[in-house]
Structure formats: C-alpha cells, structure tokens
C-alpha cells in the first residue's frame, strides 16, 4: 500500500501545514516548559521566604530573651541591650542580623489623647502641646504646627467637636477622596501623613522623631540612651526655653556612665533654672521600657525585613508589634 501523495500543485500547501503544525506544537511546548519554570521558581521562592521567616522568628525570641535576661539582672532595666547587634551566618552564604533600638526615644502619637482601656479618648493638650512643639523646633512655622497638633489630637479622641484650630469629620469629607477620623488610637506614626495640614515635606521632617506606641502615656525618653541626633526631644518639652542647641548641648556633654538621676539631667548646664509641670519633668528617664528590633535576613534571592516593638515596661517582656518590610 503506497502512502498518499498530494498533487503536484499543492505540496508547497501540504509542507506550510506541516511547518505551521510544528511551530505550534514548538510555542506549546515553550509555553508549557515556562509555565514549569515559573512554578518551580515560585515554590522555591516560597520556600525561601517561609526559610527567611523562621529565621526571623528565631532572632526576635532571641532578642526577646536577652531583655528579659537584663530585666531580671538590672532590677527592670535593660537599657543595656540598646545598641546590641547580633549576626547569625545561615547555610549558603546566608546572613540574619538584628539591632535592638530604643523604641521609646520618640514622640509618642498617642500621647495626644488620654484615656484608660475601654474608656472614650480624649484630647490631651500636654501631648498636642508637645507634638506641636516638635514640629516648631524641626521648622515648622508655628501656627501650621498648633493646627497639625490640634488635629492630632481631634484625629484620636472619641468627640466630634474640633479642637480650636483641628479637623474633624466635616472637614475630610470636603478633599477631593472623602474619609473620617478614626477616633481610636494611631496604629503607625505614618498614619499622621493623613493628620489635616501635613504635607509630605513636614512628614518627612517628623518621621524619625516619630512613633505609635500602644498607649496613650507622654513620651517616656530614657536620656542615657538618646543621641544628640535626638535632641529635638528634649527642646519639644519646652521649645521657647529649651533651644534645640542648647539641648543637643546636654546630650553631647552626658557623663561617661550616663546620668545618676533625672535629677542630674535638669541640673545639667542650660536646664538648670527650667521649671516644667511635673508631668513633663517625669518624662526624662533612666530605663527604656520599649525596644525596637529591626531584623534582616538575606537568604539566597530572598530577603525579609522585620521591625518589632517590645514592650520592657514588666517581666516578661512581649512583642507587641510587628512590621515587615523596610518602610511604611
């Protein structure tokens, strides 16, 4: 039985077919093989990731365990820990690290309310008063910061009654996209980029002094661990008797072994003839009751950034927050 054998006339059509069909069943093919490749390099990827987190995981309860360490060695103080980094080589050329922060050496967003669990918050003019003093001594003219402030405040408490110069609900439901204060505490200090009257140059400006602890207490600085980089800290406690200068001063002149007592900080060259309400006096301590973590971890062609928040304020210590990535 002899094969077919197309006329003479359409064997170039019978060879297109033929060359069409292949160069079909070529692109399925390639289609098919990238598919797989994609996949396996997913699962991989994954599997590096979920790698990366466990590593993550291990050094935050590391660290955790080394404040605890210190907490019971230093009568509830483990400002010792500030500064600590820890490096742990992985298989493959791998590398975990974590450097301990003090985490409560900023502005405390939620300090600009007051109120107890499971009571309504309510604006705190000490707090609005500071928040707007930071933001004086960074640059920002005084009645933008007084009108950021205010709406700090109106942002966080539970009325809906503005403060003198803040911004409730009526005044966001008037922007171009409309929403409402959450009248609950901030979750992230980036969350003040919606705050009525910051623009992205002030936020910038207050983003490193910045912080949204999980309650609603004045801003607990421990002034053996603040830099002078921080001093704008200090001059918001006071902004028209303490000059940024003169509180960077302070800092740069500490004792070797850092301050005996608060005491010794407001007797220090400058503060010495400064008399504050009692409250704001408090605010400068000598232990740090929160820590920040900030943990990175490269594990092959995967890398994971974490930044946690431990509350030191009583044994044991816990993380109360976490944030992955390196930035909001």
Same mark, same amino acid.
């Given at each position: 039985?002899?094969g077919?054998t ?5 064997k170039?059509?019978a ?6 069909l ?14 797989m ?7 991989q ?5 979920? /790698?990366a987190?466990y ?9 955790? &365990?080394?404040i605890? %360490? ?6 509830? %103080? *483990? #400002? ?5 980094v820890? /490096? ?8 975990? @690290? *974590?450097k301990?922060? %003090?985490?409560?050496?900023c ?15 309510? #604006? ?10 930071l933001?004086r001594?960074?640059?920002? +003219? ?9 709406a700090?405040g ?9 403060? #003198? ?16 204060t ?15 009257? !910051?623009t992205?140059?002030i936020?910038e ?5 910045l912080?949204?602890? +999980?309650?609603?207490?004045? #801003?607990?600085?421990?002034i ?5 980089d /921080?001093?704008?800290l200090i001059?918001m ?6 000059p940024?200068?003169t509180?960077?001063? !302070?800092?740069?002149a500490?004792?070797a ?13 400058g503060?010495k ?9 408090? /605010? +400068? ?20 950034? @974490?930044?946690? &928040? ?6 044991p210590a ?11």
């Amino acid at each position: 039985m002899t094969g077919f054998t197309p006329p003479e006339g359409e064997k170039g059509a019978a060879l297109l077919t033929v060359l069409l069909l292949v160069a079909v069943m070529g692109a399925l093919a390639m289609a098919a093989l990238e598919r797989m490749r994609l996949a396996t390099t997913v699962a991989q990827n994954g599997a590096l990731v979920d /790698q990366a987190r466990y590593h993550v995981g291990a050094l935050e309860s590391l660290a955790v &365990l080394a404040i605890d %360490d210190l907490l019971a060695a230093g009568n509830g %103080d *483990a #400002s010792a820990a500030v500064g600590t980094v820890r /490096q742990v080589p992985l298989p493959g050329g791998g590398l975990a @690290e *974590a450097k301990v922060r %003090d985490g409560g050496n900023c502005f405390n967003l939620n300090s600009v309310a007051t109120g107890g669990e499971g009571q309504p918050l309510a #604006s705190n003019p000490i707090g609005i008063a500071e928040l707007a003093g930071l933001l004086r001594v960074l640059g920002v +003219p005084q009645g933008d910061a007084a009108r950021i402030a205010d709406a700090a405040g109106d942002w966080v408490d539970a009325d809906t009654y503005p403060n #003198s110069t803040g911004a409730e609900d009526s005044y966001y439901q008037q922007a171009d996209v409309q929403y409402r204060t959450p009248n609950a505490p901030f979750a992230d200090a980036s969350e003040l980029r919606a705050v009525a009257g !910051v623009t992205p140059d002030i936020y910038e400006r207050a983003k490193p002094f910045l912080c949204a602890l +999980p309650d609603t207490k004045l #801003s607990a600085l421990n002034i053996n661990t603040l830099t002078p980089d /921080q001093a704008p800290l200090i001059a918001m406690l006071a902004p028209e008797r303490i000059p940024l200068e003169t509180a960077r001063r !302070v800092l740069m002149a500490r004792p070797a072994g850092g301050w005996g007592s608060a005491a010794d900080f407001w007797n220090a060259p400058g503060l010495k003839s400064i008399m504050l309400p009692l409250d704001v006096q408090s /605010q +400068p301590q000598l232990k740090t009751e929160w820590f920040a973590l900030d943990i990175r971890v490269t594990a092959g062609e995967a890398g994971l950034v @974490e930044t946690a &928040l431990v509350d030191a304020r009583k044994a044991p210590a816990r993380v109360a927050m976490r944030r992955w990535g390196s930035d909001e």
